[in-house]
């Protein structure tokens, strides 16, 4: 079982910025660098979306077209951590971001395929 842990959500204006972090930690937790990690999102009234995932090493990521160019994802193996840099806020990215993790999911697959261990979630709120 692995736990997902999101901070620092919060208030921002349209233009600003906000860095999520994500630390993993379980009793039965394997090294933090076997298992891909992502973000998803999910706005009032809407189904949960896919955002970005990072491959188990770092080297590899993949977005969603509608964050790519203004979101970067990166991850700490050292600190069991990863990280979503949120730049160029909309108010379209207003959403409760998740934190997700597969031990035998890709990043690539992240986009199509249910991860199977998630956070609570932490609201990001971007006025205009």
């Known amino acids: 079982q692995v736990q997902l842990v999101e901070s620092g959500g919060g208030l921002v204006q349209t233009g600003g910025s906000v860095r999520l972090s994500c630390v993993a930690s379980g009793r039965a937790f394997d090294t933090f660098s076997s298992i891909t990690m992502g973000w998803f999102r999910q706005a009032p009234g809407k189904e949960r979306e896919f955002v970005v995932a990072i491959s188990r090493g770092g080297g590899n990521s993949e977005y969603a077209e509608s964050v790519k160019g203004r979101f970067t994802i990166s991850r700490d193996n050292t600190k069991n951590t990863v990280y979503l840099q949120m730049d160029s806020l909309k108010p379209e990215d207003t959403a409760v971001y998740y934190c997700?993790?597969?031990?035998?999911?890709?990043?690539?697959?992240?986009?199509?395929?249910?991860?199977?261990?998630w956070g609570q979630g932490t609201q990001v709120t971007v006025s205009p």
């Open positions: 997700a993790a597969d031990y035998s999911l890709g990043y690539s697959n992240f986009k199509t395929k249910r991860p199977r261990f």
